[in-house]
Protein backbone atom coordinates (compact mmCIF):
# COMPACT_ATOMS: atom_id res chain seq x y z
CA UNK A 1 0.00 0.00 0.00
CA UNK A 2 2.89 2.42 1.07
CA UNK A 3 4.53 1.79 -2.29
CA UNK A 4 1.60 2.87 -4.45
CA UNK A 5 1.44 5.68 -2.68
CA UNK A 6 4.54 6.19 -3.14
CA UNK A 7 4.20 5.78 -7.12
CA UNK A 8 1.08 7.71 -6.97
CA UNK A 9 3.42 10.88 -5.76
CA UNK A 10 5.95 10.14 -7.72
CA UNK A 11 3.51 10.21 -10.61
CA UNK A 12 1.38 13.53 -9.86
CA UNK A 13 4.90 15.22 -8.53
CA UNK A 14 6.56 13.84 -12.48
CA UNK A 15 3.53 15.25 -14.20
CA UNK A 16 3.21 18.35 -12.18
CA UNK A 17 6.84 18.93 -12.91
CA UNK A 18 6.34 18.33 -16.86
CA UNK A 19 3.33 20.11 -17.61
CA UNK A 20 5.23 23.63 -16.04
CA UNK A 21 7.38 22.93 -18.30
CA UNK A 22 5.51 22.98 -21.01
CA UNK A 23 3.31 26.21 -20.50
CA UNK A 24 3.61 28.81 -22.22
CA UNK A 25 5.76 31.71 -20.89
CA UNK A 26 4.20 35.06 -21.54
CA UNK A 27 7.22 37.03 -23.38
CA UNK A 28 7.69 40.45 -22.89
CA UNK A 29 8.81 42.05 -26.28
CA UNK A 30 11.11 44.99 -25.03
CA UNK A 31 9.98 48.30 -27.00
CA UNK A 32 12.80 49.33 -30.00
CA UNK A 33 14.21 52.88 -29.67
CA UNK A 34 12.83 53.63 -32.82
CA UNK A 35 9.54 52.90 -32.39
CA UNK A 36 9.98 56.15 -29.86
CA UNK A 37 11.10 58.04 -32.63
CA UNK A 38 8.50 57.12 -34.96
CA UNK A 39 5.13 58.25 -32.29
CA UNK A 40 7.40 61.43 -32.28
CA UNK A 41 7.33 61.78 -35.95
CA UNK A 42 3.48 60.75 -36.09
CA UNK A 43 2.39 63.18 -33.49
CA UNK A 44 4.72 65.85 -35.30
CA UNK A 45 3.18 65.79 -38.24
CA UNK A 46 -0.15 65.61 -37.09
CA UNK A 47 0.25 68.45 -34.28
CA UNK A 48 -0.23 66.40 -31.41
CA UNK A 49 1.16 68.29 -28.12
CA UNK A 50 0.86 65.31 -25.99
CA UNK A 51 1.60 63.03 -28.47
CA UNK A 52 5.22 64.44 -28.72
CA UNK A 53 5.39 64.94 -25.24
CA UNK A 54 4.33 61.48 -24.16
CA UNK A 55 7.92 60.90 -26.44
CA UNK A 56 10.12 63.05 -24.01
CA UNK A 57 11.46 61.96 -20.83
CA UNK A 58 10.64 64.30 -17.60
CA UNK A 59 13.59 66.63 -17.90
CA UNK A 60 12.95 67.67 -21.38
CA UNK A 61 9.22 67.99 -21.06
CA UNK A 62 10.43 70.23 -17.94
CA UNK A 63 12.43 72.02 -20.47
CA UNK A 64 10.39 72.47 -23.19
CA UNK A 65 7.79 73.63 -21.01
CA UNK A 66 10.38 76.61 -19.51
CA UNK A 67 10.91 77.14 -23.58
CA UNK A 68 7.23 77.59 -23.58
CA UNK A 69 6.27 79.62 -20.62
CA UNK A 70 9.14 81.83 -21.61
CA UNK A 71 7.89 82.41 -25.12
CA UNK A 72 4.52 82.65 -24.11
CA UNK A 73 5.70 85.86 -21.80
CA UNK A 74 7.40 87.56 -24.46
CA UNK A 75 4.89 87.34 -26.97
CA UNK A 76 2.38 88.76 -24.47
CA UNK A 77 4.79 91.82 -23.09
CA UNK A 78 5.13 92.71 -27.17
CA UNK A 79 1.33 92.40 -27.69
CA UNK A 80 0.62 94.12 -24.38
CA UNK A 81 -2.02 91.20 -22.94
CA UNK A 82 -1.77 88.13 -21.70
CA UNK A 83 -2.31 85.42 -24.40
CA UNK A 84 -1.49 82.42 -22.24
CA UNK A 85 -4.83 81.20 -22.27
CA UNK A 86 -5.07 81.34 -26.00
CA UNK A 87 -2.40 78.63 -25.81
CA UNK A 88 -4.35 77.08 -23.39
CA UNK A 89 -6.84 76.60 -25.99
CA UNK A 90 -4.99 75.26 -29.13
CA UNK A 91 -5.48 71.66 -28.15
CA UNK A 92 -9.37 72.47 -27.95
CA UNK A 93 -8.80 74.31 -31.60
CA UNK A 94 -7.00 71.43 -33.14
CA UNK A 95 -9.52 68.98 -31.74
CA UNK A 96 -11.87 71.03 -33.62
CA UNK A 97 -10.74 71.07 -36.91
CA UNK A 98 -10.15 74.93 -36.36
CA UNK A 99 -6.13 74.80 -37.21
CA UNK A 100 -6.47 72.23 -39.83
CA UNK A 101 -8.93 74.66 -41.52
CA UNK A 102 -6.51 77.96 -40.70
CA UNK A 103 -3.39 75.42 -42.53
CA UNK A 104 -5.67 74.48 -45.32
CA UNK A 105 -6.83 78.00 -45.99
CA UNK A 106 -3.29 79.89 -46.10
CA UNK A 107 -1.36 76.84 -47.56
CA UNK A 108 0.20 76.23 -44.55
CA UNK A 109 1.85 72.39 -44.70
CA UNK A 110 4.74 70.68 -42.92
CA UNK A 111 6.17 66.81 -42.82
CA UNK A 112 8.94 65.71 -40.53
CA UNK A 113 10.25 62.48 -41.63
CA UNK A 114 12.93 60.90 -39.73
CA UNK A 115 15.11 58.75 -40.91
CA UNK A 116 17.49 56.00 -38.47
CA UNK A 117 20.85 55.70 -39.73
CA UNK A 118 22.21 53.98 -36.52
CA UNK A 119 21.26 52.57 -33.13
CA UNK A 120 23.55 51.87 -30.30
CA UNK A 121 22.52 50.24 -27.28
CA UNK A 122 24.00 50.17 -23.57
CA UNK A 123 22.09 49.10 -20.60
CA UNK A 124 19.00 51.61 -20.53
CA UNK A 125 20.53 54.13 -22.96
CA UNK A 126 20.39 54.50 -26.16
CA UNK A 127 21.84 56.69 -29.40
CA UNK A 128 20.50 56.84 -32.77
CA UNK A 129 22.00 58.72 -35.52
CA UNK A 130 19.36 60.59 -38.07
CA UNK A 131 18.98 62.77 -40.58
CA UNK A 132 15.53 65.11 -40.32
CA UNK A 133 13.87 65.70 -43.58
CA UNK A 134 11.16 68.34 -42.97
CA UNK A 135 9.37 69.93 -45.89
CA UNK A 136 7.15 73.01 -45.13
CA UNK A 137 5.22 74.86 -47.64
CA UNK A 138 6.91 78.22 -46.30
CA UNK A 139 10.68 77.41 -46.58
CA UNK A 140 10.61 74.66 -48.56
CA UNK A 141 12.78 71.48 -48.12
CA UNK A 142 15.65 70.81 -46.19
CA UNK A 143 17.35 68.40 -43.77
CA UNK A 144 20.03 67.88 -40.40
CA UNK A 145 21.57 65.59 -38.93
CA UNK A 146 20.82 64.91 -35.07
CA UNK A 147 21.35 62.22 -32.48
CA UNK A 148 18.79 61.64 -30.11
CA UNK A 149 19.49 59.97 -26.97
CA UNK A 150 17.02 58.13 -25.02
CA UNK A 151 16.59 56.52 -21.33
CA UNK A 152 14.59 52.77 -21.32
CA UNK A 153 11.78 52.86 -18.79
CA UNK A 154 11.30 49.53 -17.33
CA UNK A 155 8.14 50.25 -15.56
CA UNK A 156 6.51 51.38 -18.48
CA UNK A 157 8.69 49.27 -21.32
CA UNK A 158 9.23 51.95 -23.26
CA UNK A 159 11.91 54.40 -24.31
CA UNK A 160 11.78 57.88 -23.84
CA UNK A 161 14.15 60.95 -25.88
CA UNK A 162 16.00 62.43 -23.25
CA UNK A 163 18.03 64.86 -25.44
CA UNK A 164 19.62 65.41 -28.59
CA UNK A 165 22.16 66.76 -30.28
CA UNK A 166 24.49 67.69 -33.50
CA UNK A 167 26.46 64.81 -34.88
Known sequence: MNKKKYLVGVLIISLLIFMSGCMPVKKINKAAPEDTLLAFEKAYNELDLDGMKACLDENLNSAAGDAVNFGI????????????????????????????????????????????????????????????YLNTSTDGSGYVGCVFYLTYMEDANEWLISGFSEP
Open 73 to 132: GLISDIAGMDISGLVKLFPLMQKSGLVDQYMKENDISFQLDIEVLNTSIEDNTAVVDTVL
